[in-house]
């Protein structure tokens, strides 16, 4: 499934903050918080067609955040 431009704006409006304030409250640390938060809408954007449309989105999203913390 392609992720149109439209879409992707619309996944990065709905969770840039959450996202942010996941990582921030991982690590506590602002720069590292940014720096994942980029690095899982990079991960989000090139695994979306692996996307399960039947399943939930949140979920999927917050475990690539934590799994790119984890990486970091």
Do not use: G, H
Not at 7 to 32: C, G, H, P, Q, V
Not at 56 to 70: D, E, H, Q, V
């Amino acid at each position: 499934m392609e992720l149109s431009k439209e879409d992707a704006e619309r996944i990065f409006e709905e969770y840039s903050n959450s996202i942010y304030r996941f990582a921030l409250f991982l690590t506590k640390s602002r720069m590292m918080a940014d720096d994942i938060t980029q690095e899982t809408f990079i991960q989000v954007f090139r695994k979306y067609c692996t996307f399960d449309a039947t399943k939930p989105f949140k979920p999927w999203i917050y475990k690539i955040a934590l799994n790119t913390t984890r990486n970091m």
